[in-house]
């Protein structure tokens, strides 16, 4: 299949299922004369919004725009994914600008990681709001590692591009210097930074097949962050230079920490009304 990758395939086939399913839907309601439910108008409306965020991941990834379309176009056309259908010649994809953007998203990443930590050891805070930011520092974690699967980021790239101990010292430089009052500001804007799309594209990723590989990730924020509780340290003694061990001993925190890859519960899934075609199978 035209050198689609194996989780390239797991993503055209979530979109394509998707859209096919989405079609069946439509054309029961519109044969059956029937109004549609205010519950059926949000159920196609939430597939809706899935699929659309799966094919901005898709992009992001590096899937190509035409495979993407064409997937697409098969769905809404009832045809479900199977192995035997070709692909389109698709133009090359500017890999290293994508790379740059999910840098980018892991730099943003270590800098709300500092603040976070600095602002809640200073305040000693742990509320609703406070919640909220684990919950962006975890979405934009989950939804980065995903996007460097299906980038077919290797461990020697991730080494270049993030290493932990450099992420690790941008976080630190984040909150250094920052008074309190600094620091509030900026907590409170990563408190009330909109995670819609990134949260929706993560879920719809994973129920796709794509889930964190924590080998070519960043260090995870939440597992930093418990790690500083543990160690009862502070937020200077955990990002100091020197002489870097509790750095390192928070990065190694992270590794055997990272298996959260599955979703918490206070993250939820869009539920539809047909279980049945509630998402595709996984499987090229």
Request: aromatic letters at 6%.
């Amino acid at each position: 299949m035209a050198n689609a990758t194996a989780v390239q395939k797991r993503v055209l086939k979530a979109l394509q299922n998707q859209a096919a399913d989405s079609q069946k839907l439509l054309t029961i309601q519109r044969a059956s004369g029937i109004e549609p439910t205010q519950d059926g108008t949000r159920n196609f409306h939430a597939r809706a919004t899935v699929h659309t965020e799966l094919a901005a991941a898709a992009l992001a990834g590096g899937v190509p725009a035409e495979w993407v379309d064409q997937a697409r176009e098969r769905g809404t056309k009832a045809i479900r994914w199977n192995t035997n259908l070709f692909l389109r010649r698709a133009a090359p994809i500017d890999r290293d600008a994508l790379v740059d953007n999910l840098r980018a998203d892991i730099d943003r990443l270590a800098r709300f990681t500092g603040i976070h930590a600095a602002y809640t050891h200073g305040t000693g805070r742990h509320d609703d709001t406070t919640a909220t930011v684990d919950q962006t520092l975890t979405t934009l974690w989950r939804r980065s590692a995903q996007i460097g699967v299906l980038l077919g980021i290797d461990t020697d790239q991730a080494r270049q591009h993030w290493p932990h101990q450099q992420w690790m010292k941008q976080a630190s430089a984040s909150a250094a210097g920052q008074t309190q009052a600094q620091l509030t500001q900026h907590w409170h804007a990563i408190a009330n930074t909109d995670m819609t799309s990134y949260t929706a594209q993560s879920i719809a990723l994973a129920a796709a097949g794509i889930t964190p590989n924590p080998t070519i990730a960043p260090p995870e924020p939440i597992a930093v962050l418990h790690a500083l509780s543990e160690r009862d340290v502070g937020v200077g003694g955990l990002f100091s230079d020197a002489p870097g061990a509790h750095i390192g001993a928070a990065v190694e925190a992270t590794r055997s920490q990272s298996a959260h890859t599955d979703y918490d519960a206070d993250i939820t899934a869009p539920v539809f009304s047909d279980p049945e075609i509630n998402y595709p199978g996984i499987d090229p």
